[in-house]
């Protein structure tokens, strides 16, 4: 559909959530706890931490829970009964206040979890989720977006982005026919928007660092390069940290819970970083050693999706470098594989 | 089982368990929902993620040929948690089973040659389910021989189908333990299965080589094939990566790019050369 430009004021943003909440939407925003900022429901505009850079977690949550129950089952004498989890059981959310990254990483997830055998306890969630993004007004040393094909107004991923264009508006784009649908709802608080408002005026300036075509063209040919990995992950520690707050990573686990009667299957988030995920039962691991581990994170983002799922596994985001406890810094990392790699 | 939800397993009955050899048995299982069984059909090659309610999942093949309807068999070793408790159970007991996940061996495409299958200890079970497809369908192939080894004679699996294929004119069994293992009354050979197929001077000629077997067995076999004159794409093996949805989603069976779970797990020898080293 054709793009629609709206004006709405800071002022009615309070409002805005109101109307969201009394229309039965749980609304899921970036909130502030203590150091970090989560991803939350919320009830009122005054949770919500408008002004926060990137929230620490990624907004991957709202489709791809940290854990999430796929099987309940009872243990009886009689034998063991199982009792339908249906994916479907979600209701229509608002996702509010993300980043463009955040909004354009559930394309690397949707392209994962479409694949057949579709797993829908993330499609439904994705489903019911309307995205309204907040571009970047600023951005940190880490971000590097517009490397790999994103940028701080980039609206893919979308169903409405905001933009402040002053200290009392915001311009509103309305992307999708779902972002239509809920606009449709707080028409009354929209004014039109000229059609000469330049965007780019308000947004980061985030350079481009790296040619990412070149540097998916190097990686894929590099497996066997294995000074390259060693040299890039020799103070990894291997603490999954950056595949926990990575807003495209969607490997996971299964665990079970259980007590003498009722139990539960549980999904939940993993790291190819951890030694124990491709340990066999025998002994033998194929990623012994953490160097062939950050291969495999590298080359699975840059070689093998942009291959078979034609989507490149990173936003830019540069929460894997803010989180990493050694400072590993990805985005120097591309920047050496594209610059240093011969193929 | 709920299409919608494709972590559900099927609710499965242990109907009978047979001790193939220390800490190795066979579950036969039965769906506990007829329906379910009667809709359910596989191929040879595929696995399955069997689950022990509370202790989680275990990706093993199915051990029967998908010639016979109406159960489907696993044979494992007592080896980690789940694997464990699995041989814990009785007759009676539910487990959890889903699948078919993988790809097949293509034995219709083998239709009028001969079969070479070449096993080592527990990797009979991924074999037996296409040795037994194959020969529910005997007329279709030239000769049949079966290689199997395993560490001592108490380690044979299967030892009544072993007995059984022994005693028929239309299949070539060679059994083999390792040196030390054998017993008194012991008939087989004595030496590792590389060897006595070096012995046994194959024929490559119009023939398909099935190898599963423990990675070192496996690598001294290829070239023994090879000095016989086994091309690459006659050779066909299983390769085996931990897995825990078997969907190609949960990202760490992968060999590169190529999913175990779902590219796999049947390769020939030409695939597996093109695959990095990461098995």
Redesign the interface.
């Known amino acids: 559909m054709e793009k629609q430009l709206k004006i709405l004021k800071y002022s009615d943003l309070s409002k805005l959530i109101e109307k969201f909440r009394s229309q039965g939407y749980p609304v899921l925003a970036p909130v502030r706890k203590g150091k970090v900022v989560e991803i939350e429901q919320v009830q009122s505009l005054d949770e919500i931490a408008l002004d926060v850079l990137l929230s620490t977690q990624s907004a991957k949550k709202a489709a791809f829970p940290k854990v999430e129950k ?2 309940e ?1 009872t ?1 009886e004498k009689s ?4 009792f ?5 059981d979600y209701k229509e959310t608002i996702l509010f206040g993300v980043r463009p990254c955040d909004a354009s990483g559930f394309k690397s997830l949707d392209a ?2 479409g ?1 057949e ?5 993330y499609l439904e969630k994705k489903g019911k989720s309307t995205i309204i993004s907040f571009s970047c007004p600023v951005a940190d040393e880490y971000c590097f977006c517009t490397s790999v094909g994103g940028g701080p107004g980039n609206t893919a991923g979308s169903d409405l982005q905001f933009t402040g264009i002053s200290k009392e508006e915001i311009l509103v784009e309305i992307l999708t026919e779902k972002g239509e649908k809920l606009a449709a709802t707080f028409a009354d608080l929209l004014t039109d928007a000229g059609k000469d408002i330049d965007k780019s005026k308000f947004l980061a300036d985030v350079k481009v660092v790296f040619d990412v075509d070149g540097v998916v063209e190097k990686t894929t040919a590099s ?2 390069n294995t000074a390259l990995w060693l040299e890039q992950s020799l103070r990894c520690i291997g603490c999954g940290a950056c595949a926990f707050v990575c807003p495209t990573c ?7 819970e ?1 007590n003498t009667k009722k ?1 539960v ?1 549980l ?1 939940l988030w ?1 790291s ?1 970083g951890f030694s124990l ?6 002994g ?1 691991n ?2 012994e050693v953490q160097s ?1 581990r950050w291969r ?1 994170r590298i ?2 983002k840059f ?2 999706m942009p ?2 799922l034609h989507v490149v596994g990173c936003e830019g985001c540069g929460r894997c470098s803010r989180a990493c406890p050694v400072d590993m810094n990805i985005k120097e990392h591309l920047t050496a594989i594209g610059e240093k790699v011969i193929v | 089982m709920d299409q919608q939800n494709i972590y559900q397993p099927y609710l499965m009955e242990i109907e009978k368990i047979t001790e193939e050899a220390p800490m190795v048995k066979t579950f036969r299982l039965k769906f506990k929902n007829e329906e379910e069984g009667n809709n359910f059909s596989f191929h040879t090659g595929q696995f399955g993620e069997y689950s022990v309610f509370g202790e989680g999942e275990v990706t093993f093949c199915v051990a029967s040929p998908h010639t016979r309807k109406g159960y489907i068999e696993c044979t494992f070793r007592e080896a980690g948690r789940v694997t464990s408790e699995l041989a814990s159970l009785n007759e009676g007991d539910t487990i959890g089973f889903r699948g078919p996940y993988g790809n097949i061996f293509p034995i219709d495409d083998w239709k009028g040659k001969s079969l070479l299958f070449i096993a080592g200890g527990i990797a009979l079970p991924p074999m037996r389910s296409v040795i037994w497809s194959c020969l529910d369908k005997r007329d279709q192939f030239k000769d049949i021989t079966i290689l199997y080894g395993a560490k001592s004679v108490a380690d044979l699996v299967y030892k009544d189908e072993l007995a059984e294929w022994k005693e028929r004119p239309d299949v070539k069994l060679v059994t083999t333990v390792d040196p030390g293992g054998e017993t008194p009354d012991w008939k087989g050979e004595v030496g590792f299965v590389p060897t006595i197929l070096d012995r046994m001077t194959p024929i490559s000629e119009n023939t398909i080589a099935i190898v599963c077997g423990p990675p070192v067995m496996i690598k001294f076999t290829f070239p023994i094939l090879e000095k016989y004159g086994f091309a690459d794409g006659q050779v066909y093996t299983t390769l085996e990566n931990r897995m825990k949805c078997g969907l190609g989603k949960c990202g760490r069976c992968n060999v590169g790019k190529v999913f175990v779970c779902k590219d796999g797990p049947v390769f020939t020898r030409t695939q597996l050369k093109e695959l990095p080293d990461e098995y």
């Open positions: 796929v099987l089952y243990l034998g063991t009964k199982q339908p989890v249906d994916p479907a994962i979890f694949e055998p579709k797993d829908q306890f497996f066997n969607a490997c996971f686990d299964f665990q079970d259980q139990g299957r999904r993993d190819c995920f491709t340990l066999h039962t025998s033998h194929p990623r062939q495999q080359m699975h070689a093998y291959e078979q």
